[in-house]
């Protein structure tokens, strides 16, 4: 309880801060006038609280703050304008429901149109903000809640509410629509309280048990592992997969590297064979763990470890499960590989059929890396630059501890295999849709500053990101990015799906392509403008002179875009 004036606008900030919010970013609008006063008086006093970031873009908002929360695991506040605002950041929204991010989405709207007594909120509320049904109905399928806040005596408590939603499990966005009239109203809270850390539910000691005792008891076990972002849960796969000599796919739908590559357990991206003959499938925090479908595990048990395995906001999804483990993943792998570990020190070594196992699999793992040794090698022969030598380049050149955030289409499953990243945390390709790497890369740069973090994108994606809000906010926030084009001058994976639904069509036979065109320019002259480098890479030999100077400018404080003239992947 606090004796300063406390209106609407405070209850919110207060409420951020209970929340232990650490940005509040926003695209502005009218709506926020309260809340803008109420961090003027954070300032003026010196107070503990949230940062305020205003963003040129409702994408860049909310992938800004994705991109934060999927480093940090900590939930971030966005602040939107209205419906409209909603709507202009509605690809981000899905993209965090889909990637299982916390973050506390909040927009206003009138609900007195002018006529009130004391409050003026403007002719746009009624001329353009104007929503039947309300603003939440507009993006309802987004969220994992969304509601209006009835009154003011309850919006701080609804503010604290709908945070504590959005990060207990299933984690996902949480959405308050608050009217203007209610911000601008006077609401002492009965009680200020800082909210409790959402709780880390773990599954039952007797689950563990039996799926242990499934594991042990397995001839030809295998993992598939989607999105472990947590740096225990991405350990304690590792040491699960040890004990057992697992070998652990990467689902070709994975979002982070989940596991590491280098490690000879690590079995690569396609499970489509081992998933026929497998008997036993530990399907980790991975929500469609193989495609096609009819590849699917026949014969195998399957238990899935995830959060909630069954995602609600999925029209469909084919887990085939026999057991759940459900809780915090990472809990849950550490519970399993303690229960594994356990067995085995009381049973005596694996035996025989688990060390014959280990010794294949680091033989195929070792094949496989001579395979990927001979590749670069034959990317590095033409002068022209294939997209193996760019990936290849980049591992010589950046440091070892590079961030990498991908939004590439037809080169990503080249950069899973060829890039060199290392350990939980250093690959991200969290999108829902074209437009969100760079947004996504600058919340990892606001995560970590002391990292270079590096935007693989195409050129199309490229022109999809609202770059010119980007770049202000990377040149102003002094997030430096590294951004490597992989300019393939065109729209390929569009001529791709029209190969692949019509191989003999008319788009085949005479090269007409039409969704392949790009409206292409010098895409490094647009961070010029912004203090930025830029630089255009037509020849191999010009690579790792031209990443080089990109690296003095970022260290310098300045966003780099280095424009690489690619050729096509066969
Ligand atoms: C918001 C959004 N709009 C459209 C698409 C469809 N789409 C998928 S890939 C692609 C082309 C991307 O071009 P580029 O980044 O150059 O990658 P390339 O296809 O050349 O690999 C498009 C338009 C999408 N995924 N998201």
Redesign the pocket.
Known sequence: MTNEPFDGGEAILQGCRDLGIDYVVSSPGSDWGSVWEALGRQAEKGLAGPTYLNCGHELLAVDLAAGYTAMTGRMQAVLLHAGVGLLQGA?GLYGARLAELPMLVMSGESTSFGLGQSFEPGAQWYNNHNVAGGLHALVHPLFKWAHRVGSVSILYESVLRAGQIAASIPVGPAYLDIPLELMAAMCPPTRIREAPPAPRLQPSIADIERVADMLLAAKRPMAITGSMRSPDGYDALIELAELLALPVFESGSSDVGSFPREHPLHAGFDSAASLKDADFVLVVRSRTPWYPLANGPVEANVVVIDEMPFKPHMAYQDLRADALLCGDAGASLRMLADAVHAAVQREGPAGRAVDERRAHLHRVHGQACDRQVAAIAAARETPQLHPVALCAALGDTLPADTIYVD??????GLNRRYLAYRGAQSYLAM?????QGIGIALGVKLARRERLVACL????????NPMIACFGMARDAKLPLLIVI???????????SQLAYYPDGIGARRGLFY?EP?HAIDYEALIRPFGGFGIGVHERAALAPALEQALHAVADGRTAVVNVHVTDVD
Do not use: P, Q
């Open positions: 690809m939004e590439t289409t037809v080169h990503l999108r829902a849709g074209l437009g994108i195409g050129d199309g994606a490229f022109l999809y992989y300019n393939n001058h065109g729209y390929r994976a569009m001529r791709d969704g790009i």
